[in-house]
């Protein structure tokens, strides 16, 4: 069983930075894909960064480009998301995910329904 534990959220001043940590267990980083998604209310949830094709490919959307990234260590089993520059249009929970092309269709990076797995949620608020 993939457990997926955040960690990292909290209140930031715009301008300010974060690192969000997502501890896995149970999950060959090496052989699978991970991500972060972010959903604030009232919207549908987005993918900021992603980490696929065994670590040969990242995924951001133009929205984070430059300001936010992903790494993972894979002796830790943990995946980093560090934001840096962050705006009030940042705030939103932040959902690690990890996904198994063995078991689950691919449909992109930035696709939820690419991920097997998903962490209970991290609340990151940045006030201007």
């Known amino acids: 069983q993939v457990q997926l534990v955040e960690s990292g959220g909290g209140s930031v001043q715009a301008g300010g930075s974060l690192r969000l940590s997502c501890a896995a267990s149970?999950?060959?980083?090496?052989?699978?894909?991970m991500g972060w998604f972010r959903q604030a209310p009232g919207k549908e949830r987005e993918g900021v960064a992603a980490?696929?094709?065994?670590?040969?490919?990242?995924y951001y959307p133009d929205s984070v480009l430059g300001r936010f990234t992903i790494s993972q260590d894979n002796a830790k089993n943990t995946v980093y998301l560090q934001m840096n520059s962050l705006k009030p249009e940042d705030t939103a929970m932040y959902y690690c995910?990890?996904?198994?092309?063995?078991?689950?269709?691919?449909?992109?990076?930035?696709?939820?329904?690419?991920?097997?797995?998903w962490g209970q949620g991290t609340q990151v608020t940045v006030s201007s």
């Open positions: 980490i696929y094709n065994r670590g040969l490919n990242l």
């Open positions: 995910a990890a996904g198994d092309t063995s078991t689950k269709r691919w449909y992109g990076a930035d696709s939820p329904a690419s991920y097997n797995y």
């Open positions: 149970g999950h060959t980083f090496s052989s699978n894909h």
